[in-house]
T-cell receptor, first 113, second 112 residues
Framework: ETGVTQTPRHLVMGMTNKKSLKCEQHLGHNAMYWYKQSAKKPLELMFVYSLEERVENNSVPSRFSPECPNSSHLFLHLHTLQPEDSALYLC????????????FGSGTRLTVV | EDKVVQSPLSLVVHEGDTVTLNCSYEVTNFRSLLWYKQEKKAPTFLFMLTSSGIEKKSGRLSSILDKKELSSILNITATQTGDSAIYLCAVGAKGRDDKIIFGKGTRLHILP
């Protein structure tokens, strides 16, 4: 394991479903991130949390709702998604949000049907 | 256990030098190898390699994959201070193991 664990690995959901993605790190990092990797598109930063506080939100639709209950856990709550939201969702962590040494999880492959 | 290992972890060179960054992997059901440049929070995509022995070039950057050796190199010629960044290597796995595994990155610093 890379130190950042994401579950589930795969998720198929309908457009009316509500589901959550989970990310966990025990590296002692203070910052955690959600990224979206769509086919043939650049990696997109979605949310940044530092010490459990959201510090960046890059114009992400409200159907994506992050939650950071503590510095080791990060969730992405999903509801009423669209098929174009199908992608690989990556979680990462770093020592703090101004540093650039990241550890990435392996991703959750999300398919919206 | 799937893993991606990059070397060196850190590299400091002078402007104009040529650098070679290495990435080796052990990944079940290999699909592709990707190189990213990270200067800010969102890594910038550089190359995706799927076929062994075919070099991909973009300006002063080039990369090639060796599936026999389970490795890839990223070359940067005539380096500039703007090349200073962390270079990330990632490997995508296909099928039931559909996932992407990132290396720790090589921190490159170009001295003027």
């Amino acid at each position: 394991e890379t130190g950042v664990t994401q579950t589930p690995r795969h998720l198929v959901m309908g457009m009316t479903n509500k589901k959550s993605l989970k990310c966990e790190q025990h590296l002692g990092h203070n910052a955690m991130y959600w990224y979206k990797q769509s086919a043939k598109k650049p990696l997109e930063l979605m949310f940044v949390y530092s010490l459990e506080e959201r510090v960046e939100n890059n114009s992400v639709p409200s159907r994506f709702s992050p939650e950071c209950p503590n510095s080791s856990h990060l969730f992405l709550h999903l509801h009423t998604l669209q098929p174009e939201d199908s992608a690989l969702y990556l979680c990462a962590s770093s020592q703090d949000w101004t540093s650039d040494g990241y550890t990435f999880g392996s991703g959750t492959r999300l398919t919206v049907v | 256990e799937d893993k991606v290992v990059q070397s060196p972890l850190s590299l400091v060179v002078h402007e104009g030098d040529t650098v070679t960054l290495n990435c080796s992997y052990e990944v079940t059901n290999f699909r592709s190898l990707l190189w990213y440049k990270q200067e800010k929070k969102a890594p910038t995509f550089l190359f995706m390699l799927t076929s062994s022995g075919i070099e991909k070039k973009s300006g002063r950057l080039s990369s090639i994959l060796d599936k026999k050796e389970l490795s890839s190199i990223l070359n940067i010629t005539a380096t500039q201070t703007g090349d200073s960044a962390i270079y990330l290597c990632a490997v995508g796995a296909k099928g039931r193991d559909d996932k992407i595994i990132f290396g720790k990155g090589t921190r490159l610093h170009i001295l003027p």
